[in-house]
Nanobody, 115 residues
Framework: QVQLVESGGGLVQPGGSLRLSCAAS????????SAWYRQSPGKERELVAA????????RYADSVKGRFTISRDNAKNTVYLQMNTLNPDDTGVYSC????????WGQGTQVTVSS
């Protein structure tokens, strides 16, 4: 049974930081690329960051370059998103996603950036 458990979301002030985690089980983690998406109010879901199965290739949305860092620990079956210098436009529901023989989505975690 596939399980994706996300954590780390919450309320943070502008300029603050959060670290999201997505712990996976039930599939061969190292066979899947992973990504973080976000759904912001009034906007379509967008790709925030993506990383290949080995971590050898990474890409970011232009809006988060230099502020967010995606990483994965294949020994822990976990993917992370370190988010720094957050601003209100970063508010949204963040979901992890794994692509491979099948696609798997996390349930989403709310990130709210507000003073």
């Amino acid at each position: 049974q596939v399980q994706l458990v996300e954590s780390g979301g919450g309320l943070v002030q502008p300029g603050g930081s959060l670290r999201l985690s997505c712990a996976a089980s039930g599939f061969t983690f190292t066979s899947y690329a992973s990504a973080w998406y976000r759904q912001s109010p009034g906007k379509e879901r967008e790709l925030v960051a993506a990383i290949t199965s080995t971590g050898g290739s990474i890409r970011y949305a232009d809006s988060v370059k230099g502020r967010f860092t995606i990483s994965r620990d294949n020994a822990k079956n976990t993917v992370y998103l370190q988010m720094n210098t957050l601003n209100p436009d970063d508010t949204g529901v963040y979901s992890c996603m794994f692509s491979g023989p099948r696609d798997y989505w996390g349930q989403g975690t709310q990130v709210t950036v507000s003073s």
